[in-house]
């Protein structure tokens, strides 16, 4: 029998981590997850205990040294690198922190990707890298980041186009995420404001910030679709590509459709703490690329994706969609 070698996935626990993990496993493939759990949530990886292809191991991803360790252990095929600050606000808030733990954290797991001898490597990039516009990005577009967290991770693509010339035989993908949303969520982005209030108080208004801009909107199970197959599918070398839909959506949409997949019509009320003081209008992703590597693009159906989160945290309409 040919052993299937494991993959290596960083910040596990968190929202794309844990999917990652779930669909390697439902493949086959035998996962090392590791977290530190300051965000990531061990029972979004309780389903897999138990399971002699897993391993859990709780570590800081800036300790290079046990960081090689681990990986000489487990000589992974791959390295998935999703752990990072990435809440915005968190990261606007203590930008020493955001540049720790996703510029040294990622140089961290290139150092340590190299002393093992791994040579593939998935690097969770954002669209926040891109220069504002009102038109999809395609990845040649002009970069500027709109705050602390898209330039540290500009600066982690920087490490690892560096880190790519000095080893031109190890395949780097370079996945610009785009906003994703489905169940697991980490972090308090809108969405899960939005299912929380719900949930709290379901009869009364909900308390929002700004809902006009626009955002293109991607199922996480999806991304973490494509995060396996374009690391599966990658060259040698550099491939940076957009992980998105196509396609932008406002949260006054996201609501209205919350509303009708509820039955009930959304009271909405503006809440000044929560509007930001500069806020991107409008990010919406080009996916050529992506479809061209893999064949397709995760799907833009906000009615089927809002409602399997709907679904999957207890909100559905009881009555049916």
């Not at 494991?6 to 596990?12: E, I, K, L």
Request: a neutral charge; hydrophobic letters at 45%; one cysteine or more.
């Amino acid at each position: 029998m040919v052993s299937i070698r494991p993959w290596v996935v960083t910040g596990a626990a968190g929202f794309l981590g844990s999917h990652v993990v779930e669909l390697l496993r439902e493949r086959g493939v035998p996962v090392v997850a590791f977290d530190d759990f300051s965000w990531g949530r061990p029972e979004f990886l309780a389903p897999h205990e138990g399971d002699p292809a897993f391993t859990l191991a709780r570590l800081d991803v800036r300790n290079t040294e046990a960081l090689t360790a681990l990986l000489r252990r487990h000589s992974p095929a791959a390295v998935v690198h999703l752990a990072a600050l990435h809440f915005i606000p968190a990261a606007v808030a203590d930008p020493p922190k955001a540049v720790s733990l996703n510029v040294l954290g990622t140089q961290s797991v290139l150092s340590a990707c190299r002393a093992a001898g791994v040579g593939a490597l998935w690097f969770a990039s954002t669209g926040d890298v891109y220069a504002p516009s009102g038109k999809p990005h395609a990845e040649d577009d002009p970069i500027g980041p709109f705050n602390i967290y898209g330039l540290t991770k500009l600066i982690g693509e920087q490490l690892i186009a560096l880190e790519a010339r000095q080893r031109p035989q190890a395949a780097f993908v370079v996945g610009r995420l785009f906003n994703l949303y489905g169940p697991r969520e980490t972090n308090p982005h809108i969405l899960p404001e939005i299912l929380g209030q719900l949930r709290r108080q379901p009869d009364a208004p909900l308390r929002l910030g700004d809902l006009r801009p626009r955002r293109d909107l991607v199922p996480v199970r999806d991304a973490a679709r494509a995060v396996i197959e374009l690391l599966e599918a990658a060259p040698a070398g550099v491939t940076t590509v957009n992980v998105a839909t196509g396609e932008a959506r406002s949260m006054e949409e996201v609501l209205a459709l919350i509303g009708e997949l509820r039955g009930r019509r959304l009271a909405i009320e503006t809440d000044p703490a929560k509007l930001r003081p500069v806020e991107r209008g409008h990010l919406q992703a080009d996916v050529t690329r992506l479809r061209s590597l893999i064949g397709w693009a995760p799907h833009a159906d906000l009615r089927r994706g809002l409602n399997e989160l709907l679904t999957a945290e207890g909100l559905a309409n009881e009555g049916g969609v």
